[in-house]
């Protein structure tokens, strides 16, 4: 599979600050990505998309930008909260309806 | 949003037995799910594809016969896992996607199901 992760990389933050989480995709061909932010023994949930024909996206507290040049993804989370604490995948969508997910970040938030 | 249930939620199991896991799209008609496993501290990895009324996808190094999918309907994908080893113990994650016009890449994930062979 693509972009496949072994071990979780870990952001510490205090809250209040900006936290921003990077994500590099293997595949140039990709077309869409998506962040999701898991919680411990929970699936996936959705937080803010992007579609290769963008550079940027805004969300609630959050923003999305991309790198096609240097395949690169990035979130950031304006003013983080304790309830932000979770691990936080890119996953990219290759044309052939397939999603694939990157090493993931493990966020924690001191207060 | 779209809700996806997976049932159990948790499973423990013997080694050598069989355990079946479903995964449902509660208001919406998925004719692709996907099935993902994903162990301690890592990330998520595709196992297969499921397509309703068709064989699944599998990705390379997913043993086929181990891991039977099976996607009867719009609605529902089960994965069983066969022979189960303590290797396999993982959490497995489905998804599903909303063919719907303006939803075409969104997938929408269950809550897991945690499997604990012993």
């Known amino acids: 599979g693509e972009s496949v992760g072994l071990h979780l990389p870990t952001l510490s933050v205090q809250e209040g600050d900006n936290s921003i989480i990077n994500c590099a995709y293997s595949?140039?061909?990709?077309?869409?990505f998506i962040w999701y932010k898991q919680e411990s023994g929970k699936g996936p949930q959705f937080i803010i998309d992007?579609?290769?024909?963008?550079d940027k996206r805004q969300g609630q507290r959050v923003t999305v930008l991309l790198n096609k040049t240097v395949k690169h993804l990035s979130l950031q989370i304006a003013a983080t909260q304790p309830g932000d604490s979770a691990v936080y995948f890119c996953?990219?969508?290759?044309?052939?309806?397939?999603?694939?997910f990157g090493t993931g970040t493990s966020l924690t938030v001191i207060p | 949003g779209a809700v996806v249930s997976q049932h159990p939620s948790w499973v423990i199991c013997k080694s050598g037995t069989s355990v079946k896991i479903e995964c449902r799209s509660l208001?919406?008609?998925?004719?692709?799910m996907f099935w993902y496993r994903q162990f301690p501290k890592q990330s998520l990895m595709l196992m297969a594809t499921?397509?309703?009324?068709?064989?699944?996808?599998?990705e390379q190094g997913v043993e086929k016969d181990k891991f039977l999918i099976n996607h009867a309907s719009l609605t529902l994908s089960t994965l069983t896992v066969t022979s189960a080893h303590p290797e396999d113990s993982s959490f497995y994650i489905c998804?599903?996607?909303?063919?719907?016009?303006?939803?075409?890449?969104?997938?929408?994930f269950g809550p897991g199901t945690r499997l604990t062979v012993t």
């Open positions: 208001d919406f008609q998925a004719t692709t």
């Open positions: 996953a990219e969508n290759i044309p052939g309806n397939q999603f694939y």
């Open positions: 595949n140039s061909a990709s077309d869409y």
């Open positions: 992007i579609r290769s024909n963008m």
């Open positions: 998804s599903a996607r909303d063919p719907g016009p303006r939803r075409a890449y969104e997938q929408y």
């Open positions: 499921s397509n309703e009324g068709s064989k699944a996808t599998y």
